[in-house]
């Protein structure tokens, strides 16, 4: 996928725009001709932007494919005709249309129904509005003026759920468009190359999905006015299904911004490095408390460094830095730092010999391990005669949403949070308190973690109330309502070390 917005805007002196018109097909037969004469009236109006027709007829039980094959050799359209053998849907027919669009090198896809309801006679201004003003969505609208959608026959029942599904659909997404629901619709496709629609339903709603990916990849979106027409073209969409789907990919979409929800076809956030929760209610903030001033650190897999910079800058620490990855401005973060994978190097060798470590930070780290029994004992048999303090954290899968989403026999994996892709293992606060008291290391402090809400809710004032509650939450139930974990635990002396002590213990020959 492109992490970048191409400026797509051609110089239309040298080269031309190469449009596609593509006309989604089910049951047309009674249409598909019409529509086509209307089609070859308007290309002469096209010639700067060299048309192409894409109709795929999907596996119409009618003879909409062979009227429309017919109609193309009778004249010089130029035009390519396809038949799915199997129904995929109007969202999957779409997908395979703006797959040509993309493989035959279309600088833009103008997108019409086999029905004639939309008017081709405007496809110039969708493809006009495009290139003045560099849009990557434009939509023709017939509910900029509501009243021409009235004059147009719209029925009532459709008029009025369009403008209520729209408003709702504008306000879970901060969007504010006159019309979610028009099937008349223009895409840049370099657009087109920056979303994964290939993700998107196969129903009717991939319309809202891929406008909540505009949305989701910052698309500049133009809007049009269109006339309103219906006639006796014959509606095969379920209006109560099509509503409940569109509220809910709305509604999953806006959540899985809060990181407990997750699906491909909303993946478009922009990559970030590890955040930093430094001055929040965290596991950052908990690891910077009870770090002592000038306290030697040793921090494993913080190559971010937003707790080291705090330490060294606040504390005056001095920091050791370990991670598998090595970012620009990583070594500017610590005094000292090493590269190492902590799946397959052994942990002993980033121990300075001159320096004792007294605080070594975990900060979810232990969930990326592969074997963090046995990080634990390598991490134990060099911590334990320096008396150095653990501080780890780690996300509680026990968490009232994890647990809530299971019930549900959901386990989403994510791009971030306690399911975060990259997590190998996943700890309650019993497991992560077995698995210390097992590798022998004392536990003198366990604790819970509130949601990173400020990270989400940019809302400061209804950010602090919500950290609030969460607090109380936790308090009546710390498992349930913890979103992390945080421990701090002191390595028990090993076998080695014990054997060590006993050996230099005088003996006095001359007790009886």
């Not at 997108?111 to 003003?133: F, S």
């Not at 709305?250 to 993946?267: E, T």
């Not at 908990?286 to 705090?310: C, K, M, N, P, Q």
């Not at 330490?311 to 620009?328: E, I, N, Q, T």
Request: a neutral charge; hydrophobic letters at 40%; charged letters at 20%.
């Amino acid at each position: 996928m492109i992490n970048y917005k191409q400026n797509w805007l051609h110089d239309m002196k040298n080269t031309k725009h190469k449009t596609l018109i593509f006309i989604v097909a089910y049951e047309a037969a009674a249409h598909i001709e019409s529509l086509l004469d209307r089609i070859s009236a308007i290309l002469p109006d096209l010639s700067a932007y060299e048309p192409h027709i894409l109709m795929i007829d999907d596996a119409s039980p009618d003879n909409t494919a062979a009227l429309a094959e017919n109609y193309k050799s009778r004249g010089t359209l130029p035009m390519t005709v396809l038949r799915n053998p199997v129904n995929q849907g109007y969202g999957g027919n779409q997908k395979i249309g703006y797959q040509y669009a993309i493989r035959f090198g279309f600088d833009s896809v103008v997108m019409l129904h086999g029905d004639g309801q939309y008017p081709p006679e405007q496809v110039a201004d969708m493809v006009g509005t495009m290139l003045e003003k560099n849009a990557d969505v434009v939509l023709g609208s017939r509910m900029l003026d509501r009243k021409n959608a009235l004059k147009g026959k719209m029925p009532l029942y459709k008029f009025f759920g369009n403008i209520i599904l729209t408003g709702l659909q504008n306000k879970i997404l901060d969007m504010h468009l006159s019309e979610f629901h028009t099937g008349f619709r223009a895409y840049n496709t370099s657009f087109l190359t920056r979303i994964p629609f290939a993700c998107n339903s196969n129903d009717f709603d991939f319309d809202t999905d891929i406008l909540i990916q505009s949305r989701l990849s910052n698309a500049v979106i133009a809007e049009i006015p269109i006339p309103t027409r219906y006639g006796d073209e014959i509606c095969h969409v379920n209006g109560l299904k099509y509503a409940s789907q569109i509220i809910r990919n709305s509604l999953l979409a806006k959540i899985q911004g809060y990181q407990i929800y997750y699906h491909p076809k909303f993946d478009l956030e922009p990559e970030e490095g590890y955040q930093s929760k430094v001055g929040l209610d965290s596991s950052h903030d908990f690891a910077i408390r009870h770090v002592d001033a000038y306290d030697t650190v040793l921090d494993i897999g913080g190559s971010s460094g937003h707790v080291a910079d705090e330490l060294r800058k606040k504390k005056g620490c001095y920091v050791y830095g370990v991670d598998a990855y090595l970012h620009s401005t990583t070594r500017d973060h610590y005094d000292h730092f090493v590269q190492m994978d902590l799946d397959r190097e052994n942990i002993a060798n980033v121990f300075p010999q001159d320096r004792i470590i007294t605080k070594v930070l975990l900060l979810d780290v232990i969930e990326h391990l592969s074997a963090p029994e046995e990080f634990m004992v390598a991490l134990r048999e060099q911590t334990a005669e320096q008396k150095s303090k653990i501080i780890i954290t780690t996300g509680n899968v026990g968490f009232i949403l994890t647990r809530l989403s299971l019930l549900l026999g959901n386990f989403n994996y994510g791009k971030r949070g306690i399911l975060d892709f990259t997590h190998k293992r996943l700890f309650t606060f019993g497991s992560l308190k077995q698995l210390l008291l097992h590798y022998g290391y004392q536990i003198e402090e366990i604790k819970g973690i509130p949601v990173p809400i400020s990270l989400i809710v940019k809302n400061r004032p209804l950010a602090k109330l919500l950290v609030l509650l969460n607090r109380f939450a936790m308090k009546i139930h710390r498992r349930l309502f913890s979103y992390q974990i945080a421990v701090i635990a002191t390595p028990l002396p090993t076998l080695d070390l014990l054997l060590k002590r006993a050996e230099f213990i005088p003996i006095d020959r001359n007790v009886t």
